[in-house]
C-alpha cells in the first residue's frame, strides 16, 4: 500500500443483532489489497435487505468475508494486489463485494468489479451491482427471459425492482410489476412497465390473466415467497419460470403442487453472496457487454430514492424498514 492510505478507517460495525440502531461507526483496520484484489477508496455503498438481515442476525457473511455489512461499492482504486491485470491506482469502479461496503475502504476481487458507466454520479454507480448482478443472474440466465415473453415483478419499486422493470424492458419483454400503492404503480409504469398492480387492491393473479389475455407470466421474479409461492403457480403461463431471490412473507407456503406438473412450471432460485468469484465474474462480463452500454447510453438509469451519511447508516436502514422508499438507498462517505 502507498503512504498516502490510512492504516485506520471509519467502518460500519454490528454491535449485537437488533434494530437499526445497533449500526454505530467504529475505528478500523483498512485492508490490505492481495494477489488478484483491489482496494477501493469508498465514495458511496448501496444498502440491501441482505444487509438488513445481516444486522438482525439472520444473514452471517460467507467464510472468509468481512463483518462490516455492505454488497456493493463505488470509488476509486487505492491500491492494486501484486497479479492485478485490469486495474490501476486512479481508476473509478463499481463493484459487487461479499462484504465491508460501509466502509471508507475495501477491498474486492478485480474480477467483480466494473468501470463506473459514463454520465453516472458515485452515487447511482454504487446502486448498481447487487441488483443488476442479481436480476442479470435470475431474470436473464436462469428464468431465460426472451424477447417479447411477459416478465411479471414483484416489488416493482424496490432496488431489485427498478432494475428488474428497465432491464426486461430494454430487452424485450411484456412487463407487470406488482407494488403495494397507486403512486408506487404510477411509479412502475414511468420506468417502463407496461401494467403495474396494486395489490392491496386488486388480486394479480387476475390482473396478470387480464393483462396478458389469458397467457400469464412466462417469468416470474419473487421476493415474497409465503402465499405469493401458490399465487405465482396460478399467474404463471404454461412452460412458466418461476424464480425466487427471497422470502420477504416467509420461506414456507401450502401449495398444490399439481399446477407444477400440469403447467409444466419451472420454480427455482438462488443466493448470490456466497457464490464463487468465476461465478460472479461471468456476471459481470456479460453486463460490461450488454446492459452497461444501455445505462452508458441513458436507456437504462439507477433509481436512487434517498442518499445517507456513511455515519448515519442507522438512519438509512430505518428508512428501508418503512418500505416507502422507491429505488435505492445509498451512504456516502464524502470521498
Not at 457464490?275 to 457487454?289: G, M, Q, S, Y
Request: glycine share 10%; charged share 20%; hydrophobic share 40%.
Amino acid at each position: 500500500m502507498t503512504d498516502t492510505i490510512p492504516e485506520t478507517m471509519t467502518a460500519i460495525a454490528i454491535q449485537d443483532p437488533g434494530g437499526p440502531e445497533v449500526l454505530v461507526p467504529e475505528q478500523r483496520q483498512v485492508p490490505h489489497a492481495y494477489e488478484h484484489e483491489i482496494l477501493v477508496k469508498v465514495a458511496a455503498a448501496g444498502i440491501n435487505r441482505p444487509d438488513v438481515l445481516q444486522r438482525q442476525g439472520l444473514y452471517p457473511p460467507p467464510k472468509g468475508a468481512s463483518d462490516i455489512p455492505g454488497l456493493e461499492i463505488a470509488g476509486t482504486v487505492a491500491a492494486v494486489g501484486r497479479n492485478v491485470a485490469r486495474w490501476k491506482v486512479g481508476d473509478t469502479v463499481t463493484a459487487l463485494v461479499p462484504g465491508g461496503g460501509y466502509a471508507e475502504y475495501c477491498a474486492v476481487n478485480e474480477a467483480t468489479a466494473l468501470p463506473v458507466p459514463d454520465g453516472l454520479s458515485m452515487a447511482e454507480a454504487a446502486s448498481l451491482p447487487e441488483t443488476f448482478f442479481t436480476v442479470w443472474s435470475n431474470v436473464f440466465d436462469r428464468g431465460r427471459l426472451q424477447k417479447g415473453e411477459v416478465f411479471l415483478i414483484h416489488g416493482g419499486t424496490s432496488g431489485i425492482g427498478t432494475t428488474a422493470i428497465q432491464m426486461a424492458k430494454a430487452f424485450g419483454a411484456r412487463v407487470i410489476a406488482t407494488a403495494g400503492s397507486d403512486d408506487k404503480c404510477a411509479a412502475c409504469k414511468k420506468l417502463g412497465a407496461d401494467e403495474a398492480i396494486n395489490y392491496q387492491t386488486t388480486d394479480y393473479v387476475e390482473a396478470v390473466k387480464a393483462a396478458s389475455d389469458g397467457h400469464g407470466a412466462d417469468v416470474i421474479l419473487d421476493m415474497v415467497g409465503g402465499d405469493y409461492i401458490e399465487r405465482n403457480y396460478k399467474a404463471a403461463a404454461v412452460e412458466g419460470r418461476i424464480v425466487q431471490i427471497a422470502f420477504l412473507n416467509g420461506p414456507t407456503a401450502d401449495v398444490d403442487f399439481r399446477r407444477l406438473m400440469m403447467k409444466r412450471l419451472t420454480h427455482t432460485g438462488s443466493t448470490l453472496r456466497a457464490r464463487e468469484v468465476p461465478f460472479k465474474a461471468e456476471i459481470a462480463k456479460a453486463l460490461e457487454e450488454k446492459v452497461w452500454p444501455l445505462i452508458a447510453s441513458g436507456s437504462i438509469k439507477p433509481v436512487i430514492d434517498s442518499t445517507f451519511d456513511l455515519k448515519d447508516a442507522s438512519k438509512a436502514h430505518e428508512r428501508m424498514e418503512t418500505s416507502g422508499h422507491i429505488g435505492k438507498i445509498v451512504l456516502t462517505t464524502g470521498a
